[in-house]
């Protein structure tokens, strides 16, 4: 867009968010705006602010369980798995093979829940009213399977060091696996009442087209990533757990505009739910949990451990100096570096367009403020 | 008695008409918002208003009651004239144009030779109330709101009136009641399918409804307009915009789908308006699918299919009438 000289001289500031409905949580955009041009927009943090990182340092790694679940309360079970898998490397802790299994399955059921909870409330910022409400109707069927083995519904605290707090029954893999099925019928609803939509295509194509470059010198991570053409995702370039074992696609866009990173995601689920049905296939027998002292002792030294979680690398860095607390635990969420390129790619859009961008990004801000 | 015969019996005939027409206008409203929820409810795979009586039919009347009870709170720094004139500037000129819709053949209050025209003035003022409304509210949301109504409404009222024009080349008459007489044998969405189209589209335009619901667009100004009314003030809108939509589907029914005629009924002069409200509320009933559905659009892409496709189409559409017509 050229900036006029009337653009200029008719500046002004508008305060979007912490409360608004398309900020999803408690995000300032400060925007500064000419007409319905957004000429700078500038995110400001810090408003859910709970010093996660302080409190890991000040109690047992044990203590700082719950926390991981409640900085991205959307896609939790992956940030359970992040830690307890960094305090097990550093440590030396050996997990058995069912556990690992069944973290797969889990961490895999709360991707394509959060997956889903995105797609409704991204639909929801671009004007639609229903998709959100098929997205929560499934999600549901999902939550209800999770609540039964981990005993809550969005903030899990399910995995323990060496492995599960405990198992599961068939109930569970009957249920997961009719879900399995059911879910595959339900692509084809969403593809007829979102991905065929003309407007919604109209509003999402070539709109924030993050290019690979770009991409790379922001750390861009998960879906907003692939959607952008680099097909990098932690589960293959860097696997853990058991995911070398499964096979599955790693889905790429083209462009990088918000419809490709919108596929990516509905595409991601499909191969969510492969993984899913894989590990539900081989699901060994045996103990779901190795024993392990009640007091981890963390030996001197630093460690790092990344997993995908449904918004992108995670990574948890530690450094230990052989108590059993933490020296210093440093989170690396995704949503923050993808966030950062806000700037760069929205300055002199329109105002919708930034709705749009925003909301493709699938952040969730209590991940980036933690 | 004796007052009243001093009086003409032609404003006695007013008074009870316009009497009758506001009590069915808040009828109206109360019957579109439960329409919309329960349809909103059922295209999202759930119930809708349950609660309030046999599922949830007097949810409106304890809504209603709930707004009415609500404080109409003025914010310190708006323009508190503009502020409090622009609800009802919203509300009162969508009373007018009822006056003059022929509902059956004997049921109108007043026709008009230049019906038509008031219709389209009065629906040209509630583009008045939302940006006095979106400029006295003082924030910057709600002036967006308003900037983005006055522009679209100028856009669509253009295509609107010529798909009325097409019409009026085959009746020559601006009387709704001429109009709906000359489609006694055919229809005129089957001779003027597409002014029916351009028309349709620019309606739910006109009146700010999803996909076109910018005004108001919430995920981008919050509410847009009226971010800023609470209570009676909003409901006044919220009566306006349900009662818009009314007209406008009457007024569709009224210039392509044959107004009051149907299979014959007993009584039919009167009784006529069971087909008027079949017709009418089958194009609110298909108005209130649309918004359940789709995304909401931009609005340079608003703007473009206005001036691009509906204006240059219509237009088109308005001189191939004209030729034939006149032949």
């Known amino acids: 867009m050229l900036k006029t000289d009337f653009q200029e001289q008719n500046r002004f500031f508008l305060n979007m968010g912490p409360q608004h409905p398309s900020t999803h949580g408690v995000l300032l955009v400060l925007l500064e705006m000419s007409g319905e041009y957004v000429l700078d927009p500038q995110p400001v943090l810090g408003y859910i602010h709970r010093m996660h990182e302080k409190m890991a340092e000040s109690r047992p790694v044990m203590g700082f369980m719950p926390n991981t679940a409640r900085m991205d309360y959307v896609c939790a079970l992956p940030y359970n798995h992040g830690y307890v898998a960094l305090i097990e490397r550093k440590a030396g802790i050996e997990v058995p093979p069912r556990a690992e299994y069944i973290r797969v399955i889990t961490s895999e059921l709360n991707r394509i829940a959060s997956h889903l909870l995105w797609l409704g409330a991204y639909l929801l910022d671009l004007g639609a009213f229903t998709p959100i409400l098929y997205g929560f109707d499934d999600r549901e069927h999902i939550l209800d399977i999770l609540e039964n083995i981990t005993g809550s519904r969005l903030t899990y605290c399910y995995y323990r060091f060496g492995g599960l707090s405990r198992d599961v029954d068939d109930k569970f893999v009957e249920a997961t696996r009719t ?109 779901v949990k190795a024993k392990v002292p009640k007091k981890i002792k963390l030996p001197p030294g630093d460690c790092n451990f990344a997993v995908e979680a449904a918004r992108g690398e995670l990574s948890y860095y530690l450094i230990a100096d052989g108590t059993d607390k933490p020296y210093r635990l440093k989170i690396r969420v995704p949503s923050f570096s993808n966030l950062s390129c806000l700037q760069e790619l929205s300055s002199g859009i329109l105002l919708p367009d930034l709705v749009s961008i925003l909301g493709s990004f699938d952040l969730v801000i209590p991940e980036i403020d933690r | 008695m004796e007052t009243i015969s001093i009086l003409p019996p032609e404003l006695i005939r007013m008074f009870i008409a316009v009497i009758v027409i506001i009590t069915f206008l808040f009828l109206n409203g109360i019957m579109m918002g439960y329409a919309e929820r329960k349809i909103a409810g059922h295209v999202q795979r759930r119930p809708g208003p349950m609660e309030v009586g046999f599922h949830g039919i007097l949810q409106m009347i304890v809504d209603g009651v709930k707004l009415l009870a609500k404080e109409l709170i003025i914010p310190i720094n708006v323009d508190r004239n503009l502020f409090r004139i622009a609800p009802l500037l919203s509300f009162t000129p969508v009373i007018l144009p009822l006056l003059v819709i022929p509902f059956s053949e004997k049921l109108q209050a007043r026709d008009l030779n230049l019906g038509l025209l008031l219709i389209v003035t009065m629906g040209s003022i509630n583009v008045m109330a939302l940006l006095v409304g979106g400029w006295g509210s003082n924030n910057k949301y709600s002036m967006f ?138 194009l609110l009933f298909l108005m209130i699918m649309v918004r359940w559905t789709y995304p909401r659009v931009r609005f340079d892409q608003l703007m473009n299919f206005a001036w691009k496709y509906l204006i240059p189409f219509a237009l088109v559409n308005l001189f191939i009438t004209a030729v034939v017509v006149k032949l």
């Open chain 2, 145 to 282: 709101g308003a900037m983005r109504a006055v522009a679209q409404c100028i856009a669509y009222e253009i295509p609107i009136l010529l798909s009325m024009l097409a019409v009026i080349l085959m009746t020559n008459t601006f009387s709704l009641k001429g109009i709906v007489g000359a489609q006694e044998n055919i229809w005129f969405i089957v001779l003027q399918p597409i002014a029916f189209l351009i028309y349709i589209i620019s309606g739910v335009a006109e009146t700010n409804r999803a996909p076109f619901d910018l005004p108001e667009a919430e995920s981008e100004l919050t509410a847009g307009f009226h971010t800023e009314y609470s209570g009676m003030g909003f409901s006044l809108f919220f009566l306006a915009e349900y009662t818009n939509m009314f007209i406008v589907a009457s007024v569709a029914t009224v210039l392509f789908l044959g107004g009051w005629h149907g299979p014959p009924l007993p009584y039919g002069e009167y009784l006529g308006i069971v087909w008027f409200f079949l017709k009418v509320y089958f």
């Open chain 1, 179 to 287: 879900f399995v099925k059911r879910m595959r019928k339900r692509f084809d609803i969403y593809k007829k009442l979102v991905t065929d939509n003309i407007i919604f295509i109209k509003r999402t194509e070539d709109i924030g087209v993050v290019s690979p470059d770009m991409a790379r010198r922001y750390g861009i991570t998960g879906p907003n990533l692939r959607g952008s053409g680099i097909a990098y995702d932690v589960r293959k370039n860097e696997p853990y757990s058991v995911y070398p074992e499964f096979d599955f696609e790693v889905p790429v866009g083209k462009n990088g505009d918000c419809l490709d990173r919108y596929m990516v995601r509905v595409r991601e689920m499909e191969q969510s739910l492969r993984i899913i049905e894989q590990a539900l296939d081989r699901l060994p027998d045996g103990p």
